[in-house]
């Protein structure tokens, strides 16, 4: 358990960080103003230069990864669906929030956050719905080829 757990963790880091990166491309191709925004402005003021807030948010954006990688060794634990989901979700949701308050991925505002956070479920709620739904169709498959034998 604690190996799968450190290499789905050690798998997650580069990922995380290649995710922010493709995050902070798509965010410069939406503001369309020819320059490449890879923080946000006020990171830069937070940690005095634009290399020092680059830093920080790769180093964040790898620490997001390995935790969200490694948080998934949950749904391999023998328990109900129901508890899994809730401490997957806690998991997550108490790693997510204060790193996109930190990192300034969201607003420094109680209406900011209510936002970051109703995303974070809408969209993990859409990934479990399809997860599930996937899993389904895997035990149904599973089940029409024992009926078989």
Known sequence: MKKNLFLRCLLGAPIGLTISIFITLIVS????????????PELVSDFGTELN???????????????????SVIWDMP???????????????IVTLPIAYYMRW???SLVGI????????AIYTV???ISFCAMK?????????????
């Open 137 to 149: 169709r895997k035990l149904k498959a599973i089940n029409e080829k024992v009926g078989e034998i």
């Open 106 to 108: 969201t607003e420094r």
């Open 29 to 40: 191709i939406a503001i369309s103003d020819g320059i490449y925004h890879a923080v946000h």
């Open 127 to 129: 990934i479990w719905i």
């Open 79 to 93: 328990w109900s669906l129901l508890r899994m989901t809730i401490t997957h979700f806690a998991v997550c949701s």
């Open 53 to 71: 807030a680059v830093l920080i948010q790769a180093s964040v954006s790898m620490f997001f990864g390995a935790v969200f990688a490694g948080v």
């Open 114 to 121: 209510l936002m970051y956070f109703g995303t974070f479920v």
